[in-house]
C-alpha cells in the first residue's frame, strides 16, 4: 500500500484519457523519480494553464486571450466558418493548414440520451453569429456517427432559417465512419475539406 499522497495522484491521473491505473502508477513513479526535470514543472505548467487559458466567447476554442488567437487573427478569410465538434478537433483542422476562416466549437453533439440540447452546444449563439452577415459557407466537420450527423442537419435546419444566404456544406466522407477529425492524417482532413459538399 503506498502513501496516500501516491494514491491521490495516481487517482487523479488514472482519470485522464488513455491512462488506466496500471499506466497512472507507472507515470506517478516516473514522475516522482524526475522530481526537478518533470514533476515541478510540470505541476508549475499545470497550475499556470488552470489559471491562464479560457474558452474563447466568440468560438470556443482554448486560449490564454479572449478572443482567441484564430478569432483575433485579421487574415483569416471571414466569409467562412467552420463547425467542430472539440477543441481538439479544431486543432486537428489547424494542424492540417487546409482551413483559413474561423471555427465554431460546439464541446459535444446532441444526445438525448445524455440531456444534450441546443442550448448546451451554443447553437442559438452560432445562429445569431452566423445570421449577423458576413459567412457565405459553414462547414461542418462534425463527426460521422449518428449523433454528430444528427446534429450536423439539426444546426442546418436552424442555419437554414436564420442564415438563407449562407452555404451550409460538409466534410467529405473519406473519413473512417465514427471518425474524429483528431484521428486523421492532415492529409485526410485536407482530401475531406477540399471535397465537401452541400449538406
Ligand atoms: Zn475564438
Known sequence: ??????????TLLARLPGLGPRSARRAALTLLRRREALMLPLADALAKAAAEVKSCTICGNLDARDPCGVCADERRDPTQLCVVEQVADLWAMERAGA??????????TLSALDGIGPD?????????RVAEGGI??????????VDGQTTAHYIADRLAEAAPEANITRLAHGMPVGGALDYMDDGTIQAALKAR???
Request: aromatic share 4%; no cysteine.
Open 1 to 10: 500500500m503506498a502513501a496516500p499522497e501516491i494514491e491521490k495522484l495516481v
Open 99 to 108: 482551413f483559413r476562416g474561423r471555427y465554431h466549437v460546439l464541446g459535444g
Open 120 to 128: 448546451e452546444l451554443g447553437i442559438p449563439k452560432l445562429a445569431a
Open 136 to 145: 457565405t459557407e459553414v462547414v461542418m466537420a462534425l463527426p460521422a456517427t
Open 197 to 199: 459538399r452541400p449538406v
